[in-house]
């Protein structure tokens, strides 16, 4: 079983719309979760980081439930310019900031 | 301030080649990391290092060798190239070991 797991979609919806993404881990050591956004061809840049409260940026929602393992991403009102694949990310202890990344999953606003 | 550079942005080896990608940042950041990343697959840790003159293996470090003699480089050597080697590079840096981690624009590697 993978570390991280997503759903690899691809997600295609109309602008406007309401998507959520899910991610599981299986490391219950795992001490913090992040997104991550990779659009084509370009280096991954994190998005925002998962709290267990929950939190919010804008148009997006994160969430973390350590008793299920698992977390996810809302995106409200997308918009075209969320065309991207979203990598769900774990960090693990080890002193190096060990990150597990999930494959991805992509995601394709059309108008 | 560039952040994290990286070169080079594409190159074609042969079989049995040898090259090293390049990677720096301006940051003044410890912890540096090189990653692989396949089609349609997560990213994969291939060298890490804690500061200079520190490096250590990651989850795939077969075929590859790195070295940090100054805090700003951090380049990783393929010496034998091979096929199952191809795929896109991607260096990163942080400050700490609990920071984000930034990185570089990548290197597409295809081994022929």
Known sequence: RKEVEQDPGPFNVPEGATVAFNCTYSNSASQSFFWYRQDCRKEPKLLMSVYSSGNEDGRFTAQLNRASQYISLLIRDSKLSDSAT????????GGYNKLIFGAGTRLAVHP | NAGVTQTPKFRILKIGQSMTLQCTQDMNHNYMYWYRQDPGMGLKLIYYSVGAGITDKGEVPN??????STTEDFPLRLELAAPSQTSVYFCASTLGSQETQYFGPGTRLLVL
């Open chain 1, 86 to 93: 979203y990598l769900c990310v774990g960090a693990f202890s």
């Open chain 2, 63 to 68: 075929g590859y060798n790195v070295s940090r």
